[in-house]
T-cell receptor, first 112, second 113 residues
Framework: QKEVEQNSGPLSVPEGAIASLNCTYS??????FFWYRQYSGKSPELIMS????GDKEDGRFTAQLNKASQYVSLLIRDSQPSDSATYLC????????????FGKGTKLTVNP | ETGVTQTPRHLVMGMTNKKSLKCEQH?????MYWYKQSAKKPLELMFV???????ENNSVPSRFSPECPNSSHLFLHLHTLQPEDSALYLC????????????FGPGTRLLVL
């Protein structure tokens, strides 16, 4: 059974701080990694994807991937109250499947 | 309409009822998915369809019956459900390849009494 692990939180940070969200995965052969944001009562929406080791930046969001450690993280700089949501890490298993394995999600609260 | 749509958005049904959930995608994708999201659990993949063919059935009970008449439409037929089946049911679509982004519909909030 392929697994994706996240700290369920809740993670609470003050407005303007950096929020750091972490995810580990069990399938060493996975090649692509996704971060979805899910507001309460809404469906998940993709905010970042990363395929290579290192950092990928998009606005205030930075995804970091370390395949050797089977670890992917999401940093949110200058956190805003509107960033308060549950963040889901998703990883497709090795083997050519289009399916995704999701973590349980980390609930982030940004306090004004 | 754009993106992925789902109807109904909310559904209350008794254990003896039969109902269907509908999903439609307007993105030109060929892969469609049903997920179940229960409180405090990860998103659970139920079914995957690729070019109208079912490619994944994640050990889902037979009281859930999917149907994919074409690449744009996906149904989930429900019958004799149990209260523990109450959850948010999400439909998603993507291009049919590994690592492609999945786009989610708004979901159907189901309550089984």
């Amino acid at each position: 059974q392929k697994e994706v692990e996240q700290n369920s939180g809740p993670l609470s940070v003050p407005e303007g701080a950096i929020a750091s969200l972490n995810c580990t995965y069990s399938d060493r052969g996975s090649q692509s990694f996704f971060w979805y944001r899910q507001y309460s009562g809404k469906s998940p929406e993709l905010i970042m994807s990363i395929y290579s080791n290192g950092d990928k930046e998009d606005g205030r969001f930075t995804a970091q991937l370390n395949k050797a450690s089977q670890y992917v993280s999401l940093l949110i700089r200058d956190s805003q109250p509107s960033d308060s949501a549950t963040y889901l890490c998703a990883v497709p298993p090795q083997g050519g499947s289009e399916k995704l394995v999701f973590g349980k999600g980390t609930k982030l609260t940004v306090n004004p | 309409e754009t993106g992925v749509t789902q109807t109904p958005r909310h559904l209350v049904m008794g254990m003896t009822n039969k109902k269907s959930l509908k999903c439609e995608q307007h993105l030109g994708h060929n892969a469609m998915y049903w997920y179940k999201q229960s409180a405090k659990k990860p998103l659970e993949l139920m079914f995957v369809y690729n070019f109208k063919e079912q490619t994944e059935n994640n050990s889902v009970p037979s009281r859930f019956s999917p149907e994919c008449p074409n690449s744009s439409h996906l149904f989930l037929h429900l019958h004799t459900l149990q209260p523990e089946d109450s959850a948010l049911y999400l439909c998603a679509s993507s291009l049919p390849a590994t690592g492609e982004t999945q786009y989610f519909g708004p979901g159907t909030r189901l309550l089984v009494l």
